[in-house]
């Protein structure tokens, strides 16, 4: 089972980026081994929000908790 307190985990390693660049990740809700977040921020509104959001943030979170199939967008 993957729980909110592992994935806040891995999200807090992601974040220390994120804010450098003025943005920030939400965890919104986990189904069916799915992570759901949102990018907030200057991230929220960047053109590359979709690469960061799987380069970065579902590579990160997929590496660290194998059991997440994928991180999508809520």
């Given at each position: 089972?993957?729980t909110?307190?592992a994935v806040?985990?891995?999200?807090?390693?992601?974040?220390?980026?994120?804010?450098?660049?003025?943005?920030?990740?939400?965890?919104?809700?986990?189904?069916?081994?799915?992570?759901?977040?949102?990018?907030?921020?200057?991230?929220?509104?960047?053109?590359?929000?979709?690469?960061?959001?799987?380069?970065?943030?579902?590579?990160?979170?997929?590496?660290?908790?194998?059991?997440?199939?994928?991180?999508?967008?809520?």
């Open positions: 089972m993957i909110r307190e806040e985990v891995v999200l807090d390693k992601v974040r220390v980026g994120l804010k450098a660049e003025g943005g920030n990740v939400e965890l919104h809700d986990i189904r069916d081994d799915i992570v759901y977040v949102k990018l907030t921020g200057a991230c929220g509104t960047c053109p590359m929000s979709q690469l960061t959001l799987k380069n970065w943030v579902e590579a990160t979170v997929r590496k660290e908790i194998p059991q997440v199939k994928a991180v999508q967008s809520a």
